[in-house]
Each structure stands twice: as C-alpha cells, then as structure tokens.
T-cell receptor, first 114, second 116 residues
Framework: AQSVTQLDSHVSVSEGTPVLLRCNYS??????LFWYVQHPNKGLQLLLK??????LVKGINGFEAEFKKSETSFHLTKPSAHMSDAAEYFC????????????FGKGTLLTVNP | EPEVTQTPSHQVTQMGQEVILRCVPI?????FYWYRQILGQKVEFLVS????????KSEIFDDQFSVERPDGSNFTLKIRSTKLEDSAMYFC??????????????FGQGTRLTVV
C-alpha cells in the first residue's frame, strides 16, 4: 500500500525567504510523486512531478523538489517566497500497485507574511 | 491545451435527492478517477475506472455511488440519495496511460456539491 506523510500542517514564512515543505512517502513499487497546489476555492494545479527520471525536479513558479529514495522523501523548496505562493500544498504518490490512483497527503498550508 | 472539464461548478441539492456530476476527460486518456475533498480536509480517492469498468473503489464509494462512461467522452458520478455528509468538492481526473505509462493526472476544476 502507498501512503504520504506531510510533516507540517502549516508553514509560515516571510516574503523573500526560502520555503521548505516536507513530505515522506511509502510505496512498494517505484513511485511517481507529485506536488499539487490549491489556492482558496480553486482546483488542483500540478506544480511538479517525479517519474523515475532526474531526482531533482523543477516545476512552475520557481519550485523544485528532490527525490531521495534512501530517505523516502520528496521535499518541496523555493528559494524566495512570494505573496502569491500562499496556498495549500499537497504531496501525492502513485504506483502501479494501486492502478495509478493518487494518494494525497493531508496538505500543508503555506502562509507568506509581508 | 487539452483539459478536463466538469459541470456544474456548483450544485445545491436537498437531502435524499439524486445528483449526477459530469466530467469530460481528455480525449485520449485511458484511466479515469473521482476524488472528493470535504471542506478543510485532504483529497480522498473514491473510484478508478479503466477499460469501461471500475478497477478500484474506496470504502467511501458505497452502494449509493455509481460511475458511468456512457458515450466514450463523458464520465459521470451519480449519488442516488444524497446525505448531508456528501457535501464536498468532487474532482474528476484522467491519466494518459498507454505505452511508457504517463502517470500525470489532469484534474478538472471540481464540482462543489452542497446538500441541504
């Protein structure tokens, strides 16, 4: 069975400072990993994905994530937060053992302070 | 750019009524899913659909729920007798699949269902 743990339910940063959102996963197969962002009352937007190619993945809006198999982690980072980054972020795992259904973490609410 | 479309964007219904949520996945995708998100909670898997049949369903997906792909384009979720606790945002998603197995899921904008 696959699972995802987002280690922080809420992260607060100041504008211009780095962002780190932590995610650990569990999978019995080679997983695909994703980060989705959800702004208030909006749908789910894909930020980036890892699907067994390069372990450092670059996404939209300056975000990136590194797949670390030894640590079963897929943390999301951004060098400098912007006010528009304030949103809910979901770490997601899928694998062939689950017929590629997505399993979501509980989400991390990112607050960006001026 | 192709996208998954869902209608309606918001549906209000009385408890006990039937609702049908509609989705048009991206045309050449092979795997289809419904997820739901109760307000303030995480996104939960409901059901996956492949090759014209359900491939997996969660505990949430009980006998009150059903899915259909009636005409090769639409993908519907029906709730036969809605309960207050069915109030949530419902997301449809599709995955290309195929050779090389592209596993990126494309989501619709969601249907907010409010049961009163």
């Amino acid at each position: 069975a696959q699972s995802v743990t987002q280690l922080d339910s809420h992260v607060s940063v100041s504008e211009g400072t780095p962002v780190l959102l932590r995610c650990n996963y569990s999978s019995s197969y080679s997983p695909s990993l994703f980060w989705y962002v959800q702004h208030p009352n909006k749908g789910l937007q894909l930020l980036l994905k890892y699907t067994s190619a390069a372990t450092l993945v670059k996404g939209i809006n300056g975000f990136e994530a590194e797949f670390k198999k030894s640590e079963t982690s897929f943390h999301l980072t951004k060098p400098s937060a912007h006010m528009s980054d304030a949103a809910e972020y979901f770490c997601v795992v899928s694998d062939r053992g689950s017929n590629y259904k997505l399993t979501f973490g509980k989400g991390t609410l990112l607050t960006v302070n001026p | 750019e192709p996208e998954v479309t869902q209608t309606p964007s918001h549906q209000v219904t009385q408890m006990g009524q039937e609702v049908i949520l509609r989705c048009v996945p991206i045309s050449n995708h092979l795997y289809f899913y419904w997820y739901r998100q109760i307000l303030g909670q995480k996104v939960e898997f409901l059901v996956s659909f492949y090759n014209n049949e359900i491939s997996e369903k969660s505990e949430i997906f009980d006998d009150q729920f059903s899915v259909e792909r009636p005409d090769g384009s639409n993908f519907t979720l029906k709730i036969r007798s809605t309960k207050l606790e069915d109030s949530a945002m419902y997301f449809c998603a599709s995955i290309p699949g195929g050779q090389g197995m592209n596993t990126e899921a494309f989501f619709g904008q969601g249907t907010r269902l409010t049961v009163v």
